[in-house]
């Protein structure tokens, strides 16, 4: 056997930490929907959303610089200011340019979140360039005429400025206009051409792999307009003219209807590329805003001929007829007909990864049904059609760094980033920083195996913080590699409960026959078909060594990094990780929320008879919250004189000292659960009632008995463990997902008053759900099987 070595796969690891500025602008008024709304004074008010600093196309890298563009704060600075942190030594020296922040349609004291300033560097003379998002205007846009002469802004370098030293790299090294201290240039190169700079929106910048500099805009509006791009000549220190992708007016050109592209041009995966959706000028369809996933791309690095479609097939630019390049229609996962009910607006991104493997990412909600399913297609580098699947998360935006694709976010505040292997829809968790600061919005960016998030702070008012976050991906750029899945290094799992162990490996080379399975140095099991996995149930507590061998067709071999997991037995009176049904010892009736009481009921029938305990994360305690699974946690009332219990709308973990129990195991298996500190039990009185009392005998016993035992063989509330949600509590996004129960029909949503909030019909082992407006409190959670079998859980909205 041959023996390949190989580097094992690198940790993501945050590599630094950087402040940025305490003075960044914000939008921190309220929305306003009209350019006569007046001066607020107590905000600054915005149209279409709060932020503009570490916004839009703001991050940049050249050599060991990376370049950051923002807005300083507040409402009556606005300034445009350029910041450059040199990666080696860890100095950073800021710009502050004359030029304001001018607010929606001219109007200053109104935000406007699209005015962002892009920026690229050509790496072949050092010039900086910046281009202003101006959404469309125009001579006559708005209406007054007050940007007749500013509708295109455009700022640039002297040569080799962006290599200076810091004490060098000051606004003299910018070129000024017509005037002293203007710096914002109306065209590329000089010339005023009111045709060809006019009606532009998202600016972009891109590098080809002959380092030559591109930028691309929309011309024109949503529903009429098409991305052009232009290349800078680092010989003249000229742009071209602009190089027509798609163009507006489709309808003067045989269409039967004029259309616009949301998406982007890019160069990636060694081509140079575009990936939309199409907003059709047709508003009677059933469609509100864009439709389909389409893409094309060009050999030719300059981008200006040889586009094809993904099939190769060719085609000529300005692009008109936009179905040439269709490449799937996520309007065909949902079935309404309705006029405008299918929406399909954000979420929408694409890549491509150095291997070959293109992916296309976005969301599909069918309004009339409400029903919303996340879109994957991808095609792996070699195959001739697009794979698309339902089964996915979903994101916001997709990046590349070798044969890796990666989906990068804010959870909660703080950095997440999931990634796949390129040509597979096999998204893992692979960082997330769960302590330190917390922001509210950013710009990731990746570079030669790097990550540069670019994200303002949360806080409040018009001046707020920037931070940039260096993270290194640990890349491993080897043709042939395998790496491990699942289970997750360093986590603890149970003695005794299932665990799955899979792997996934590609070699460019050639194949792979088989992936072996190695158990503390001893082959458990091999698989020979992708996705790689096995089965193991440990037996014995301890640290457990796991990790994967790849084999190729010649017996050659590589190994995953190895990773470490933690197998516990669980303690006798630590009762979390299962919901149960609580049987009274003495009574035989099962502990039952109804409303705000707490009850007992013959029957342990149904979701208001389950029960989780939940660890309340008091430091040197071992508290539990019980936790219903239709309502929240209980409460424990008054005292001798007058105990109570009292079904509350709070989630759990929760540490208020009159929601906390002991769980006490008794020689008889069955468990006793005490208030905090006092030795008064949950009981189940003679008058029928619940209480707490100091009494001791059966009444103050339970059986805890997990919902994965049947009650009944027509018992058709099965077992809520096989329902995960996370997180849990959530804010506005969380995950269903669904563990070994096959063909799901329908899962709904309902609030505690029985009114049902959220329904869906999921396409997959998981189920993603955002924006759907959830007030704070508990909510139940039920899935319903094709064969009708119905399961329960809690979710808590905060």
């Known amino acids: 056997m041959l023996f390949v070595p190989c580097s094992l796969l690198a940790q993501v690891t945050l590599e630094k930490e950087v402040k940025i500025t305490d003075i960044a602008l914000h939008f921190d008024g309220k929305k306003v929907s009209s350019d006569t709304a007046p001066n607020s004074l107590t905000g600054y008010d915005y149209a279409f959303g709060p932020q503009i600093s570490a916004h839009g196309d703001c991050i940049f890298t050249y050599k060991h610089y990376v370049f950051m563009t923002w807005y300083k704060g507040g409402k009556e600075n606005r300034n445009m200011m350029l910041t450059r942190y040199n990666t080696e030594t860890g100095t950073k020296k800021t710009i502050e340019f004359p030029h304001k922040h001018t607010g929606w349609r001219n109007v200053w004291y109104i935000g406007e979140s699209h005015n962002t300033i892009g920026i690229g560097v050509s790496p072949l003379d050092g010039t900086i360039h910046l281009l202003f998002d101006m959404h469309a205007y125009t001579r006559t846009r708005p209406s007054n005429g007050s940007l007749a002469n500013d509708y295109f802004r455009y700022s640039y370098s002297k040569k080799n400025a962006a290599d200076l030293p810091d004490e060098e790299f000051t606004i003299d090294q910018f070129v000024e206009d017509s005037g002293a201290g203007d710096y914002t240039h109306l065209s590329l190169n000089g010339v005023i051409d009111y045709d060809a700079f006019s009606e532009f929106t998202y600016p972009q910048f891109f590098l080809n792999t002959q380092g030559d500099l591109f930028f691309s805009m929309r011309k024109g509006s949503s529903s009429n307009g098409g991305y052009h791009f232009a290349k800078y000549d680092a010989n003249t220190s000229t742009w071209s003219n602009f190089i027509k992708f798609a163009d507006r007016n ?28 199409k907003r059709l000028g047709n508003t009677n369809d059933r469609y509100s805003h864009q439709n389909g996933f389409y893409f094309a791309y ?29 490449v799937y229609e996520p309007g065909d996962l949902v079935t309404t007909t309705q006029r405008n009910q299918v929406y399909m607006v954000g979420r929408f991104d694409w890549t491509i990864t150095e291997r070959g493997d293109v992916h ?37 935006r997709l990046y590349t760094s070798g044969n890796n694709i990666y989906m990068i976010r804010l959870n909660s505040g703080r950095i997440y980033i999931e990634q796949s292997l390129g040509g597979t829809n096999n998204f893992r968790k692979v960082y997330e920083a769960t302590s330190g600061k917390q922001f509210s919005h950013g710009r990731a960016y990746v570079s030669n195996g790097k990550l540069y998030y670019y994200m303002m702070e949360q806080s409040t008012g018009d001046q707020r913080p920037l931070y940039l976050h260096i993270i290194d991906l640990g890349i491993d750029d080897s043709p042939f590699q395998v790496s491990l899945i699942s289970p997750v290094n360093n986590e603890s799992y149970e003695v005794d409960k299932p665990l799955e162990i899979s792997a996934e490996a590609f070699n460019n080379n050639g194949s792979v026959s ?52 933690e197998v516990f037995r669980r303690n006798v009176n630590d009762l979390s990780g299962d919901i149960y049904r609580l049987k009274n010892v003495a009574t035989g009736k099962y502990l039952t929320s109804s409303g705000s009481s707490i009850i007992t009921s013959d029957s342990g029938e149904g979701s208001d008879k389950e029960w989780q305990l939940v660890k309340a994360q008091v430091p040197g305690f071992d508290y539990y919250n019980i936790d219903s699974e239709v309502r929240g946690i209980i409460r424990f009332t008054g005292g001798a004189s007058n105990p109570g219990l009292v079904s509350t ?28 500190t006092s030795d008064r039990y949950l009981y189940h009185a003679s008058d029928g009632t619940m209480t707490h009392s100091s009494n001791t005998d059966d009444r103050s016993k339970w059986q805890a008995i997990s919902t994965s035992q049947a009650l009944s063989t027509n018992n058709n509330t099965l077992n809520a463990s096989l329902i995960k949600i996370y997180p849990n509590p959530a804010n506005d996004r969380f995950t269903i997902a669904f563990k070994n129960i096959n063909n799901i029909k329908d899962v709904e949503i309902y609030s505690i008053l029985g009114k049902r909030v959220y329904q869906n019909e999921p396409n997959g082992s998981d189920l993603e759900v955002e924006g759907a407006n ?17 399961y329960h859980t809690k979710l808590v909205i905060k």
């Open 649 to 676: 709308n709070f989630g759990a973990p929760n540490t208020d000292v009159d929601k906390i129990w002991r769980v006490i195991a008794n020689n008889d298996g069955s468990f006793s659960f005490a208030t905090r």
């Open 774 to 790: 959830f007030k704070t409190g508990v909510y139940l959670v039920k899935v319903i099987a094709d064969d009708n079998k119905v």
């Open 360 to 396: 296309l990412i976005g969301r599909v909600r069918d309004d009339e049904n409400n029903i919303t399913k996340n879109v994957h297609t991808f095609k792996k580098a070699g195959d001739t059609e697009f794979t698309t699947s339902t089964d996915f998360i979903g994101g916001n």
């Open 514 to 565: 088989k992936v072996e399975f190695i158990i503390n140095n001893q082959v458990f099991e091999e698989d020979t078909t992708s996705p790689y996995t096995v089965n193991y149930t440990p037996d014995t507590e301890g640290t457990y060594a796991i990790k994967a061998i790849a084999y190729d067709e010649n017996n050659a071999t590589v190994s995953s990094q190895e990773i470490n997991i």
């Open 298 to 326: 060009s050999d030719d690095q300059s981008g200006q001929t040889g586009w094809k479609n993904y099939k190769g097939e060719s085609f000529t630019t300005p692009l008109r007829d936009a179905d040439k390049i269709l």
């Open 250 to 277: 489709a309808k003067r050109f045989g269409e039967p209807y004029n259309w616009g592209m949301y998406g982007r041009l890019q160069f990636v995966g060694g081509k140079i590329a575009i990936g939309f959706q």
